[in-house]
DNA sequence: CATGAATGAGGCTTCATTCAT
DNA sequence: AATGAATGAAGCCTCATTCAT
């Protein structure tokens, strides 16, 4: 409101964040090829308004992605991973990705297109990842015949799927997040092999 | 259909094959959004040939689902789950999924849209999978605390990350299907939990 | 409208000829397909308070056109055209041109659209050239072989290229003046012909 | 029709040519600012073929644009200036550019933008103007109080707004071109000043 | 049968315009 | 009176699909 600010930016932040809530619910259900007018329809707004928040489709699912990304960077940091044993370690993993799990389903349904900076991927969710696992690894909590690279696709395919049914609603976030763990560590074997 | 098979479709099966291994290839790498061109030009034919094969984009996904669903139900089949101990069951599930590891990557891609006999799908994969695994729950090989649909998710969720990595060639069809079996099974953890 | 001028459209004469200085420059520069919002940033408010002042992107233009066709008309009828002979009268005539340079050359970019009243156009800047020119073509001080229409055509096309020069800052508009007059008169020729 | 020669290219460069001339009378006519839609009627075909022969807007106008500057490139050269005096080569240069007198306009509307290579309107076009009119100034056939680089913009202002009378049908391309020739050697003015 | 050419429908984006503060 | 926010219409472009050779 001073003398000149005219035009672009601004603009409500709660809107903002509306709308990339719609984007992330829209994009978890039905994939990355939904439409704007998908997106601004589960905003409640129209197009062109979806338009001066976000300028071009691209910008959107950057804003998404990366907003999906803060999610995931802000639970994981708050997870303290590296304070405990590997095995709470993973569990406090498990919540933090089943935490935004609508956000975290659309990422996965864009795979790395659209990351802003693929770095802060790497820093601060794969690298972390890694750094649990390996010590699992280490310390003989994890298998060693398994490589490192596969215990993470292993972990992030179970949530990319088991987020799946959180987002449908046929499973809580809490019980997800502890099925993942518990399979993830345990498998779904009963006794030996 | 004997010399002069006529009717409808005929037009020589093995460039209709050879289209849906496009297509599937296609799919499996770039998402359903893969457009009609693409699926032309990675089969090696002009689109409007590939229109005489399947008169529309939806009887190709339909076609390539369909031969998806076929390639699996034959292997699972052959698989005689029933005859052999659970453990073993799975492991011969494992490898009768990788082995049509593209197809399959393109029919997770495509979800259950598309499906021609939804029927199909249930009575021949579904149902034989669950009958295995409910199996192994029952004899205390396979963990009673997770549902049996939490079973196939978790199964299916495993097949659907790792074929991935056949896909993108860094991993064999051979040494993912053991691992995704011993990773079921096992989990990741190496000693008690 | 005393001291409270009500009724639609009053608004401060100042901003309104301001919006019109800068819709004159913005169309000069880019052409009549400058957009509102160009115009709006140009004249330093805001879009939606370009519309207080013209309801619609027609009524702008046809204020400009109007803004731009008063200039030339009072300028032409300040320089008394019948009162002098042919040769100072058209060096008159193009004085009048170059004094409102930014304005015609937006003009020249609308062509005869957004004329309020075409008569006005024909009546009070037509009507004086042609009756200046047919004086001159009468009395064997401009060429006779050439239509009367076409002498218009010819020193409003120079007014309209020359002006751009103007408008760009690479001529005066005195010397432009100057130039037109003396190439329209004598050409560029330097001798017989 | 050989072995593989699949999509892109090719097409009938018959059908390109009617683009280019539909767009060249559209663009002269309407602006720059007519749209595909426009120019798409005017050649008789639907939007999406247009698009078959100019993938965007801008390669349509490129393609037009470099149309233009070829037939003025061939008709300058044709008119081999440098050999005939500098009054028969002024004349001789009108007549290469009323020759394409529609797509002179529409050349003009577009003013700079959309030259593919800019060089070659300053080497095939503007030198040899140039070069013709310097030498009638250093002959003393031309005015020297004029510059060179204004003697250009004179002529080209004569140019582009008589064109305009030649597209509207209201003048001949060869009577056009000798009112030019003549005006810009001779003005108006019949005898001294 | 195969294919180059043509097209209608639908998605993205801009812009004139309106609304509510 | 001024402005930020919202929107419908229209233009660009792609893609599934059809047609004629």
Redesign the interface.
């Given at each position: 409101m001073g003398a000149?600010e005219?035009?672009e930016g601004a603009v409500s932040a709660g809107v903002r964040r509306e709308i990339v809530d719609a984007a992330a619910r829209v994009i978890a259900e039905r994939?990355?090829?939904a439409s704007m007018a998908d997106v601004a329809a589960a905003a409640g707004i129209g197009r062109a308004t979806l338009y001066r928040y976000f300028p071009n489709r691209e910008a959107l699912l950057v804003g998404l992605t990366s907003a999906a990304l803060a999610d995931l960077t802000d639970n994981i940091a708050a997870a303290e991973l590296d304070s405990v044993d590997v095995?709470e370690g993973v569990a406090r993993l498990s919540r933090a990705f089943f935490r935004s799990a609508t956000r975290y389903a659309a990422l996965a349904h864009m795979r790395e297109k659209y990351l802003d900076k693929p770095a802060e991927l790497e820093r601060r969710v794969l690298a972390p990842v890694r750094e649990l696992l390996q010590r699992g690894i280490d310390s003989?909590?994890?298998?060693?015949d398994?490589p490192l690279e596969?215990?993470v696709?292993?972990l992030?395919?179970?949530y990319?799927?088991?987020i799946r049914?959180v987002v449908d609603g046929r499973?809580g976030a809490e019980g997800a997040s502890a099925?993942v763990t518990?399979?993830?560590?345990?498998?779904?074997?009963?006794?030996r092999?």
């Open positions: 000149q005219r035009e994939g990355e090829s095995l003989g909590e994890l298998r060693e398994v596969l215990h696709e292993v992030t395919g179970l990319e799927r088991v049914l499973l099925l518990s399979v993830f560590l345990r498998g779904v074997g009963a006794g092999t």
